[in-house]
């Protein structure tokens, strides 16, 4: 089985700083791993994905997140965050393959302030 | 994109009585979908997979006969909370994927908060 770690319940940051949503895993098989946003009363979006390769991702709205095999970690990294980039981010994991269930972490509220 | 919706949004029901959820594909075909339970602070849980025509599989330790899944066509699957407690209290959200792509590319509905008093 598949777990998810978020370490940071909430991180508030300031407008144009950069910003790190840590996400560890634990799993003893190969997994695919994801970062998913929910902005206030909308539903969850892909940010971002890896399957294989690149262990550096990059997403949408200039997100990134690299796959760290040896310390078991999938962080996302913006260099320089927006106010509109406030919402609740979410680290999922799914073992390596197309029927796997998503599991996800507890979630990391980014909250941007001018 | 696909995009899925949720009705309702937030519904009040009192202890004792049921309350219906609608998950529908707005602009796809969704012959599988997701049901998710979602906690304070806690992360999404799934709880069934929903296939059109045929019946839900559960997770372990979800009541089946609680949380009735009907997914009667190929754009809705609705979620009935029977015999609401306030311990279903929740933010239940759905999801859906497209038929032959992978069970990690779904696509999720806002979410739906029951309050159960």
């Known amino acids: 089985a598949q777990s998810v770690t978020q370490l940071d319940s909430q991180v508030p940051v300031f407008e144009e700083a950069p910003v790190e949503l840590r996400c560890n895993y634990s799993?003893?098989?190969?997994?695919?791993l994801f970062w998913y946003v929910q902005y206030p009363n909308q539903g969850l979006q892909l940010l971002l994905k890896y399957l294989s390769g690149s262990t550096l991702v990059k997403g949408i709205n200039g997100f990134e997140a690299e796959f760290n095999k040896s310390q078991t970690s999938f962080h996302l990294r913006k260099p320089s965050v927006h106010i509109s980039d406030t919402a609740e981010y979410f680290c999922?994991?799914?073992?390596?393959?197309?029927?796997?269930?998503?599991?996800f972490g507890k979630g990391t509220l980014l909250t941007v302030n001018p | 994109g696909a995009v899925v919706s949720q009705h309702p949004s937030r519904v009040i029901c009192k202890s004792g009585t049921s309350v219906k959820i609608e998950c529908r594909s707005l602009d796809f075909q969704a012959t599988t979908m997701f049901w998710y339970r979602q906690f304070p602070k806690q992360s999404l849980m799934l709880m069934a997979t929903?296939?059109?025509?045929?019946?839900?599989?559960?997770e372990q330790g979800v009541e089946k006969d609680k949380f009735l899944i009907n997914h009667a066509s190929l754009t809705l699957s609705t979620l009935t909370v029977t015999s609401a407690h306030p311990e279903d209290s929740s933010f239940y959200i759905c999801?859906?994927?497209?038929?032959?792509?992978?069970?990690?590319?779904?696509?999720f509905g806002p979410g739906t908060r029951l309050t159960v008093t």
């Open positions: 999922a994991v799914t073992r390596g393959g197309s029927n796997y269930k998503l599991t």
């Open positions: 999801s859906a994927k497209i038929p032959g792509t992978p069970t990690y590319e779904q696509y």
């Open positions: 929903s296939n059109e025509g045929s019946k839900a599989t559960y």
């Open positions: 799993s003893s098989v190969s997994v695919y």
